[in-house]
DNA sequence: CTGAAAGCGCTTACAG
DNA sequence: CTGAAAGCGCTTACAG
């Protein structure tokens, strides 16, 4: 690899000890004298000796890295959630892998079978059955952690905001302002975030008395795209809601786009609340009014939660994994974009 | 690292061969017999074996890893170039890590020697003098490629967008537009990007014989925060631009935001173009007139340059790396944030 | 065309 | 506390 790559035998040769010895020095050196530590050190120091990552992982029977699968790479919030993962093994000897969901090509339980990952944290809760299932049969299944999303139905640990509370809160924030026709544009059909967050609107509309019209259920996918389709279906409403809680603020940005080119003023003649507070929602124009999720406490967390697995699949009598599923705060940040109704 | 490890010797076992014979079959099969081919894959088969990579790269000398540099993973800017990188390696046998320059405590010539990486694309040119001499006394140097950025001076390879192009068609457009007080928003000094436009902005500008005024070069960051500072500069100034042509989309987001909250209309009162395209660009309202750069083309083109130089690396007979810099063409995006001046 | 053997660079029981 | 030896799972000259 480098030009002259110094192995442990010379690093042995030139402390007069053996490589167990210099081995001992790297990894326990407590089981060591202090003059033969010392003089192992000094000879590491002398030779420039590093450790070979590869054979030593060979050899502990370990990968030395973990994966992320990220459903979609260009999305910025799911960026930054990787930052905080890449940051949390930042300074360990287990690399960050990166996969996005889209380019497909890739079979999952492969990176395990091939040795070349010891563990895997998903931010896609949408992983196909045959996949879920692939991971059960190769064993690999309890060095799996969800962050963000995650599988409905499946016992696999994962971290995630709380995103009923936080769907709640959007809708008390709008009936605190006076709001009473509340629309929401949902996200994917089939998504966990999807349900929860819908599930956690109907029941603070319920909860407050709310109209509740099917109508008002518009929807999306996450997508811009499907923010500029909502807004042109409000758009041509007889009686059109006050106010529309988006699934995420990507849609809302694409929403009020749309709805003000076609004159409907926001917050003015619509109010508009998002999910999530990307890094952009606060210089939209109007700013956004959003649902704040932790990403960086969900990617930390689930990095965690993943060492913590590895660390307990390895050892055989460590106690069963439980269903762990942790839930990260959310907030709600009042921006420009939502007022009493005009 | 899976249930019951099946070795290359438990297939050559099933078919009855050496285990050099089924390492043949697997890498390089015109070397055997039809027959002992056949045998060999249904003993594969049979056996659910996956050649553990690991050990197949200790023994080959090589990491089978690829590392991103990116400088801040925040910027969806810089994930979608991730995103290529990480497709153009998606189904061969190494694996893309990613680390990023914000999260210190890197030392990078260290990924090389301990054996886990082959490669680097750096994201980021404004690595440390004292990084760049580590890779060369290390011998790593011919393995490490810049994209988007690059370092001044450098012989290291490169592929970049055509950054003075660009802003050469920003500057041309709002005087085709019949702007002639044109203002400029820099990113951070000393970046080569920042270097780039300010030059090609300046050429045209003289070109044109528009007039250039000091006051108008606005030093940013690339950030949102330098977009809004700049903004607030333009509001005090006593004859301001009737455009503004900022280093970046964020940083233009941030300076319409700051714009039109203190009543200055976008495009009436100033235009606005930025430089990248970034997805939201197509969504702010006014949508952003901005020169866009083929992200998926720097990422693919890297990733298959990094390729090129690994395998000359590798090679003693190979030509010796010439200063290559990939220029990749960028295009002119108009939307509304630009107009003829009121 | 195929096999026996060495070895990639480490770590870790097993002795002493 | 330290060393000799085996072995992690592969690939590849070297013979034949």
Redesign the interface.
Same mark, same amino acid.
């Given at each position: 690899?480098? =030009?002259k790559t110094v192995r442990i035998r010379d690093v042995a040769r030139e402390a007069g000890v053996s490589t167990a010895t210099v081995s001992r020095a790297l990894s326990n050196p407590d089981l060591l004298t202090e003059s033969t530590r010392k003089a192992v050190e000094d000879a590491v120091r002398i030779t420039g000796y590093?450790?070979?990552?590869?054979?030593r992982?060979?050899r502990m029977?370990?990968?030395?890295?973990v994966l992320v699968l990220v459903p979609? /790479?260009?999305?910025?919030f799911?960026?930054?959630i990787?930052?905080a993962i890449?940051?949390s093994f930042?300074?360990t000897d287990t690399?960050?892998?990166? $996969?996005?969901t889209?380019?497909g090509?890739?079979e999952l339980t492969?990176y395990?079978?091939?040795?070349?990952i010891?563990g895997m944290i998903s931010l896609d809760g949408g992983l196909a059955q045959s996949d879920l299932a692939a991971f059960d049969s190769?064993?690999?299944a309890e060095r799996i952690v969800f962050a963000c999303e995650w599988v409905d139905g499946s016992t696999l640990p994962s971290v995630r905001s709380d995103n009923e509370e936080g769907a709640r809160l959007a809708v008390q924030h709008l009936h605190d302002l006076g709001h009473r026709d509340i629309a929401h544009v949902t996200g994917p059909a089939g998504n966990v975030l999807t349900k929860a967050r819908r599930a956690g609107m109907l029941a603070e509309r319920a909860r407050l008395g709310l109209p509740s019209r099917d109508d008002w259920i518009i929807r999306g996918d996450f997508s /811009?795209a499907s923010?500029?389709d909502a807004a042109n279906r409000i758009i041509a409403m007889k009686d059109r809601p006050s106010a529309v809680f988006c699934a995420s603020d =990507?849609v809302a940005? $694409?929403l009020?786009?749309t709805l003000?080119?076609a004159g409907v003023r926001v917050p003015e003649d619509i109010s508009v609340i998002g999910f999530d507070d990307i890094?952009?929602s606060?210089?939209?124009?109007p700013?956004l009014t959003t649902i704040r999720q932790d990403r960086h406490a969900l990617g930390c967390r689930a990095a965690q939660l993943l060492l913590e697995q590895i660390a307990a699949a390895g050892d055989p009598l460590a106690p069963a994994a439980p269903d762990r599923v942790e839930m990260v705060g959310v907030e709600l940040v009042t921006r420009q974009s939502t007022a009493a109704p005009g």
């Open positions: 690899m480098a =030009q590093r450790v070979n990552h590869a054979a992982n060979l029977q370990r990968a030395g890295a979609n /790479l260009g999305n910025p799911f960026s930054t990787l930052a890449s940051e930042a300074g690399s960050v892998l990166i $996969a996005d889209a380019s090509g890739r492969g395990f079978l091939d040795g070349r010891d190769a064993g690999v /811009l923010g500029r =990507q940005f $694409a009020m786009s003000m080119e890094e952009l606060k210089v939209y124009t700013s």
